[in-house]
């Protein structure tokens, strides 16, 4: 059987990135490793990616939930069958931050997801809010919660933070990483590593 990992943290973390290096040292070391996304790659998710200033709060819930529970069926399920280590940019814990600065309850977002697979491995990506100021200045906002007169790029990383926490209380195999002042290859290894023991018997 394979792993997942999932990859989460505030908009400009470097999540994307990380994600593309981490299945790049991972495969370099032979092992099977697949990037994946959430919204995910399909008619519904493009469709969440570009459609994030029409729905909100409880609509936009469901529809991401919605995503989050197909791709688990159709794409990393049977990812993880083929014994491949499935490395996800973002997962449940965004909802957790996203949806609820978006006005939804965090119980009304743990009934949407009830099923959803907990991670083999779920990190959380932080930095120092300058860093991160700087890169989402240098790449522009990504959706409307950036966009935000009101948008706190702390206020984002301390409910991660809490987040994280509740995780860990119910179990999930939370690790935080601050990626302040990391390459993002180190970053990558970093991760690597937390998976790679585990996975080494199968290559």
């Not at 792993?3 to 994600?19: F, M």
């Not at 499935?86 to 009304?108: F, I, K, M, T, W």
Request: hydrophobic share 40%; proline share 5%.
């Amino acid at each position: 059987m394979g792993r997942l990992i999932t990859v989460d943290g505030a908009g400009g973390v470097g999540k994307s990135t990380t994600v593309t290096s981490t299945v790049k040292h991972l495969r370099s070391t032979g092992l099977p490793a697949y990037a994946t996304s959430q919204p995910s790659r399909t008619i519904l998710g493009d469709h969440i990616r570009g459609n994030t200033d029409t729905y909100t709060g409880i609509a936009l819930a469901c529809l991401v939930a919605g995503d989050r529970h197909h791709q688990q069926r159709v794409e990393i399920v049977p990812a993880l069958a083929d014994e491949k280590i499935v490395v996800c940019d973002r997962y449940l814990p965004s909802s957790l931050v996203l949806q609820v600065l978006d006005g939804v309850p965090a119980e009304r977002v743990w009934q949407l997801n009830v099923g959803i697979r907990v991670p083999d491995v779920a990190v959380f990506l932080r930095a120092d809010p300058k860093v991160i100021a700087d890169r989402l200045a240098a790449r522009g906002a990504h959706n409307r919660f950036e966009r935000q007169p009101d948008y706190s790029i702390a206020r984002e990383l301390e409910l991660f933070d809490q987040v994280a926490e509740d995780l860990r209380t119910r179990g999930w195999p939370v690790h935080v990483i601050d990626c302040t002042e990391h390459a993002k290859n180190e970053t990558a290894v970093a991760i690597a590593h937390l998976v790679e023991p585990a996975a080494g018997p199968s290559r």
